[in-house]
Every structure is written in structure tokens, then in C-alpha cells.
């Protein structure tokens, strides 16, 4: 497997210790707050009877989501343990679940000879990646739209670390949540501005559409405001293919 021990070590000591339940992880906040605004965004590009593939799903709660407004919806994740929770928790079967290396190109093309052209959703993944498997899994996003595919794709930006730190000097420490964070040694924000286009481009997406957003979290401050994490998301397409007629 070519993503790194710790990456993998990480993700699955995380979810291993995890019940998957929604909300628990910090960054699970409800679809209302995630996946309904990113998809009303990926919507005004896509063509929605195209399959949907949630990269990095986690426990599925925004694949869920997703499954309500695409003809099928697929969650992959490289961790074993998120897929038994995912598949646990979609109790209505309204979507599919199976685990994949998102840096194995073979793995990769397989889960897209199966599905053909589909869009894809790509909700804090990359930055969570070791900067060498970023390319990778940017070239997973393309193979997998194919020519007719779009792709929503959404990263906290470098400001999001100032977020993160006020939330964890909170009075009494930083909350469970953030502990596992930590525990787990994952990494948030650590794509350097600029690096998220040249990632694209250099997989051979087309920008259609961007702009700023803030990627809610399930953690609350003290004073009960939201945790929201500054972030950028980018609507892509195989480059040439976002043109009308493309």
C-alpha cells in the first residue's frame, strides 16, 4: 500500500476506537450543514443521474445525505473500521460502503470500471494526506469523474489552524473530540495556500467554479457558537470538459 503507516495507522487506530455514531467525530457535523451546501453548489454543474463516489466517507453520515440526491451514492475509506460503521449506520441501505486506497490507481480504476463516469465528493481529505500522496488521490478525483463527471472539492485553508487552536485552549483543555484528534496524530490544515489549484491542474481537472466557505465542525465553542473551520472549495471537471457542449 503506498499511503504511509503512519496515515493508515492513524485513521484506523482512530475509527477502531470510534462507535461511528454521527456527531461524534469533530469534524461530523449534520449533512444540513456540509453536504446539502456543497451539493446545491456541485448540482449547478453536474448531471445528477451520474453515481456519486464520497471520497474518504468515514462513517457515512454525508454519503447518506448524498444517496437522497444522485442515482447512486458510493463512500469509500481507506480505514476498515469507518466502512463497518458506515455500513452499520445506513440502516435503510441507501448507499454503498467499501474500503480503498485512494493513492492505488488500480484500486482506483476498478471501483471506476464498475461505477463508469461519476461525480465526486472530496470533503477535507486532502489535507489530512501526506503531501506525496496528495497527487495521488487528486488523480483518483479525475479518473473517476472520467469526461462527463464533476467533482466538488472543499479544504480548510491555513486559517483554520487559529480556529482549531482557540478551540483547544478552551478552560478545562481541549473537549474528547479534540483529544482524539490529537491522539491519533491527524494533522488539519496543512495544505499551503496555492497548493490546492496546482494539485487540480496538475491532475488534469478543470476549475469550473470556486470560492470561500466555512466547514462546520460538530465541536462547539464554550459559548455555544459552532466550530467552522475557514475553507476554499473548488467545482472541477476533466480539463476541456466543463466547457458548454464540452
Known amino acids: 500500500m503506498s499511503t504511509s503507516e503512519r496515515y493508515v495507522r492513524a485513521w484506523e487506530g482512530f475509527w477502531a476506537e470510534n462507535t461511528g455514531e454521527p456527531g461524534e467525530p469533530f469534524w461530523d457535523a449534520d449533512p444540513s450543514l456540509t453536504a446539502a451546501p456543497h451539493t446545491a453548489l456541485l448540482a449547478a454543474h453536474a448531471d445528477r443521474t451520474l453515481p456519486v463516489v464520497d471520497l474518504g466517507c468515514g462513517n457515512g453520515t454525508q454519503t447518506r445525505y448524498l444517496a437522497g440526491h444522485f442515482r447512486r451514492a458510493v463512500g469509500v475509506d481507506l480505514s476498515p473500521s469507518a466502512v463497518a460503521h458506515a455500513r452499520r449506520a445506513d440502516r435503510e441501505a441507501v448507499a454503498e460502503f467499501e474500503q480503498l486506497d485512494l493513492t492505488d490507481p488500480v484500486g482506483v480504476r476498478r471501483l471506476g470500471?464498475?461505477?463508469g463516469e461519476a461525480n465526486v465528493y472530496l470533503r477535507a481529505v486532502l489535507h489530512q494526506s501526506d503531501p506525496a500522496d496528495r497527487a495521488p488521490v487528486a488523480a483518483s478525483v479525475a479518473l473517476l469523474l472520467g469526461r462527463r463527471g464533476r467533482g466538488f472539492v472543499v479544504e480548510p485553508t491555513a486559517a483554520a489552524k487559529a480556529v482549531i487552536q482557540q478551540a483547544a485552549e478552551r478552560p478545562g483543555g481541549p473537549s474528547d473530540k479534540?483529544?482524539?484528534?490529537?491522539?491519533?496524530?491527524?494533522r488539519p490544515a496543512e495544505v499551503a495556500p496555492g497548493e490546492l489549484p496546482e494539485l487540480l491542474r496538475g491532475a488534469g481537472l478543470e476549475i469550473l467554479d470556486q470560492g470561500g466557505t466555512d466547514l462546520a465542525m460538530s465541536e462547539r465553542h464554550p459559548d455555544g457558537t459552532?466550530?467552522?473551520?475557514?475553507?476554499?472549495?473548488?467545482?472541477v471537471a476533466a480539463a476541456g470538459e466543463g466547457r458548454p457542449g464540452g
Do not use: C, Y
Not at 226 to 235: C, D, G, N, S, T
Open 113 to 115: 470500471d464498475r461505477l
Open 178 to 186: 479534540l483529544r482524539q484528534v490529537r491522539k491519533h496524530q491527524q
Open 226 to 235: 459552532r466550530v467552522a473551520l475557514p475553507a476554499q472549495w473548488f467545482v
